[in-house]
């Protein structure tokens, strides 16, 4: 079993940064992908970004690419993502996941509210 934990969500003014991170317990660390995801209200859940188990290969999506940045240190069991130039459009409550199979995401964190003011 495998449990993550965010934080480091926050109010913050457009233009800004904030840096997330999802502490992972359970399983060996570096046995499982982790992805950020995030819902705004009244928004489907989408992908964010993820990264592989040894932190070799890392993906995003458009809307946050040269902005958020994901990375992860095994040692600390932690991955982060790295938020820069945050937008209104940005809010939403940002969560982590876990995958042994790049396909299926079981692994939830009870996320973390990013509110970025205009």
């Known amino acids: 079993q495998v449990q993550l934990v965010e934080s480091g969500g926050g109010l913050v003014q457009a233009g800004g940064s904030l840096r997330l991170s999802c502490a992972a317990s359970?399983?060996?660390?570096?046995?499982?992908?982790i992805g950020w995801f995030r819902q705004a209200p009244e928004k489907a859940r989408e992908f964010v970004a993820s990264?592989?188990?040894?932190?070799?290969?890392?993906y995003s999506t458009d809307s946050v690419k040269g902005r958020f940045t994901i990375s992860r240190d095994n040692a600390k069991n932690t991955v982060y993502l790295q938020m820069n130039s945050l937008q209104p459009e940005d809010t939403a409550v940002y969560s982590c996941?876990?995958?042994?199979?790049?396909?299926?995401?079981?692994?939830w964190g009870q996320g973390t509210q990013v509110t970025v003011s205009s």
């Open positions: 990264i592989s188990r040894s932190g070799g290969s890392t």
């Open positions: 996941a876990g995958t042994y199979n790049g396909a299926n995401w079981a692994y």
């Open positions: 359970g399983r060996t660390f570096n046995t499982y992908a």
